[in-house]
């Protein structure tokens, strides 16, 4: 007895890796004092964030978040400096220099919950 194979959507590496290697989720530290960013009809929030501890002695500590929407009000409502945060998002680092001309890592929230130490 034969069996017609089905024809199966195979994904391209581009298609995975722009959907999935990007999303990330961390427990994050708050370190400074949002900064609001307009930008023609565009608002936006960058919140500067860090590790808990360091992995490594040269490893990257710091992060930015970008918020805007229903996060940046959630933010600015019920969170303060010092506040540790589970955050859910995309990660990029493309179009983003810093003052030391390197590349800056930014995270886009999707997500954003609450991290409590009892």
Not at 14 to 35: L, S
Not at 91 to 107: C, D, R
Request: hydrophobic content about 40%; charged content about 30%.
């Amino acid at each position: 007895m034969l069996v017609k194979s089905k024809k199966i959507k195979r994904l391209s590496f581009n298609t995975f890796n722009k959907e999935n290697m990007n999303h990330a989720i961390f427990v994050v530290k708050v370190i400074e004092k949002p900064v609001h960013l307009i930008y023609k009809e565009c608002q936006s929030m960058e919140i500067k964030v860090k590790f808990p501890s360091l992995r490594q002695k040269n490893s990257r500590n710091e992060l930015t978040l970008l918020l805007w929407g229903d996060h940046k009000g959630d933010f600015v409502k019920y969170y303060k400096n010092k506040d540790y945060l589970i955050i859910e998002g995309t990660l990029t680092s493309t179009g983003y220099v810093n003052v030391n001309e390197e590349n800056e890592i930014k995270i886009i929230v999707k997500k954003l919950y609450p991290f409590l130490l009892i």
